[in-house]
């Protein structure tokens, strides 16, 4: 049987308590907020069935009808998660604060929404601004997803040692000490709810995980969604849009009895819920991606070494340029690796190598190295770069990132280097 995350994340529990009653506002009329009450209770139906789609069609009504609703716009927000259209989801969930800043699981909807479209560094400043309304468990992980896994396990630390922990907050802790290559300590924490067969599947799991071919692809199988192209939500509904025409006849798409209803399935004994999520279906890797330090960045194209002559001869007087950026200092050295990837073989590495210089031109002056493991029966061999300080770990990984790479941080484990530089017989370790 397919193990699944244990953090499950249900759509409609993002939402405030009671967000199906609309309060009409000066501008408003009672009737729009009865009537959009109406569509909005039709909307959280369609989310319980996970018809995103329907749940779309009916939450932009209920928008559309009472447009200074908090609640109606979170609930759009949700629609548009469940239906993976993440750009728009943002745009509703941003709404939504601004009309009430005060709902964490919003703020978490939006933190969600912005991880997905890319905009990690949006996501920490959320998080930071609502701290004190999302739980310790929801936002450790959030924090871990956002690049930064060693705070998300010290964070998650603290709250897995109280009287009152439950397992989702130690499996959550244990998912980011292995988003933090701290796979062993990560495997002893999740065995605590887990059997060692279940633990042993987890772990593969996590590390298809840790590596994300896309930035949404983390947040839509947290979520059990797809994620789809999306231009945003319709101008008409931004936050200070002009009053639309609302069509007094109901979406036949959305109203359609015979659609079929995809249930999400019943947890296991050993499922946990986040207070209010639901399914939660882990996919590829969402790398650790964090800022490149500037001494590792290569200067920008166009800039090219220039060889000395012996004697050098007298400059010819030109129009001043404008003056090239001074280096920056040389990164500190440590034992902090960048995982580039885990593949079959040291062969198949060398290619993937090869592929990175030529997607991130600073890999070239640094010193390819890898070390052997297995997992599941399965030998495979990691690629990484490493000998940095943590902080310039965490750039290069960012960095990385931003050029359409995947990587995420990691301390050295064994790493040496590369199997395809080194000589016969001779063992060397990476720096």
Not at 135 to 146: M, W
Request: charged residues 20%; contains cysteine.
């Amino acid at each position: 049987m397919k193990t699944r995350m244990l953090l499950k994340v249900s759509l409609p529990a993002l939402l405030v308590a009671g967000a199906t009653v609309a309060v009409a506002s000066a501008g408003e009329g009672v009737a729009d907020a009865k009537a959009a009450a109406k569509v909005a209770a039709k909307a959280e139906r369609a989310l319980g069935k996970r018809a995103g789609a329907d749940a779309v069609a009916w939450a932009e009504q209920a928008v559309t009808l009472s447009p200074q609703d908090a609640g109606h716009r979170a609930l759009l927000g949700q629609a548009y998660l469940q239906a993976g259209r993440f750009r728009s989801a943002r745009e509703a969930f941003a709404d939504a604060l601004q009309l009430d800043g005060r709902n964490g699981r919003v703020a978490l909807g939006l933190v969600l929404a912005q991880i997905a479209t890319g905009d990690w560094s949006a996501a920490r400043a959320t998080l930071d601004e609502h701290a004190g309304k999302i739980s310790a468990s929801d936002r450790g992980l959030a924090v871990a997803l956002t690049g930064d896994p060693a705070s998300a396990v010290a964070m998650l630390t603290d709250a897995a040692r109280r009287p009152d922990a439950s397992p989702k907050t130690r499996q959550n802790l244990a998912l980011s000490l292995a988003l933090a290559g701290q796979w062993q300590m990560a495997r002893v924490v999740a065995a605590a709810d887990m059997s060692p067969a279940d633990v042993d599947a987890r772990m593969v799991e996590w590390a298809a995980f840790a590596q994300p071919r896309d930035a949404s692809d983390q947040v839509a199988h947290l979520l059990g969604v797809k994620a789809v192209e999306d231009a945003g939500r319709p101008a008409a509904l931004a936050l200070n849009a002009a009053p639309a025409v609302v069509p007094t006849v109901e979406p036949v798409a959305v109203a359609a009895a015979a659609a079929p209803v995809v249930v999400a399935p019943e947890p296991t004994a050993e499922a946990v819920r986040a207070p209010g999520f639901g399914k939660v279906v882990f996919g590829p890797r969402q790398e650790i991606v964090q800022a490149l330090p500037a001494p590792t960045i290569r200067p920008a194209r166009g800039l090219v070494k220039v060889a000395l002559t012996a004697r050098p001869q007298p400059l010819p007087v030109v129009a001043k340029a404008a003056p090239a950026p001074a280096p920056a200092a040389a990164p500190a050295k440590g034992g902090w690796f960048v995982q580039l990837g885990a593949y079959d073989s040291p062969a198949v590495a060398r290619e993937a190598w090869g592929r990175a210089q030529r997607r991130f031109a600073a890999l070239e002056d640094h010193t390819p190295s890898g070390m052997n493991f297995a997992a599941r029966g399965r030998d495979f061999y990691r690629l990484s770069v490493g000998g940095f300080a943590h902080s310039d770990a965490q750039g290069f990984c960012r960095r990385y990132r931003a050029a359409g790479g995947s990587c995420f941080v990691r301390q050295v484990a064994g790493d040496q280097v590369a199997q395809w530089l080194r000589k016969p017989g001779v063992q060397v370790a990476a720096r």
